[in-house]
């Protein structure tokens, strides 16, 4: 069945590059995407790659996709205190509009 | 521009209480969602619909009902609350972008306590 998976914790020092890793089971998988939940809060786009690429960049952040092993990253550039939070990898295979969503990792970020 | 509003934002149940989580959205989306979030099991999703009067259960439909009778609106009923619910529940609304694209907006969440 479908199922995706990330590490559930991580540690970076302010300033540093954090990389978030997540894997994912769905070969028929068309988009993936990368969710941030701040404490207290629901979930927001981060972005979202399509299935056929292998690299996306938006300012900070940079998507790598190794579709053949199936894993996906999210690589944060000069990570600050504010990028403190959860992060969701989640995956969609078109069909009713169905996501499925990794158990998140939690980022912190220390001085 | 209200979203996808969830209320309440907090609740304390006694087993075997029932009640209604709401939902709503503002955006004339087809598509809503209930999910439940527990610490290192990420999002999985209770019950969906695709539109007014269609439900269908997701991975963990026990003890949850739901009933979809306008495109706004989307509640989730506990029939009798037990402690393995305790949980945050998250409503979510989202639209096919005709790519295979899912455009999902969510709720704040509610963070229901059952004791």
Known sequence: GEDVEQSLFLSVREGDSSVINCT??????TYLYWYKQEPGAGLQLLTYIFSNMDMKQDQRLTVLLNKKDKHLSLRI????????????????SGGYNKLIFGAGTRLAVHP | ???VTQTPKFQVLKTGQSMTLQCAQDMNHEYMSWYRQDPGMGLR??????GAGITDQGEVPNGYNVSRSTTEDFPLRLLSAAPSQTSVYFCASSYPTGTGRIEAFFGQGTRLTVV
């Open chain 2, 45 to 50: 999703l209770i019950h969906y619909s695709v």
């Open chain 1, 24 to 29: 994912y089971t769905d070969s028929s998988s």
């Open chain 2, 1 to 3: 521009n209200a979203g």
């Open chain 1, 77 to 92: 550039a000069d990570t600050q205190t504010g990028d403190s939070a959860i992060y969701f990898c989640a995956e969609s």
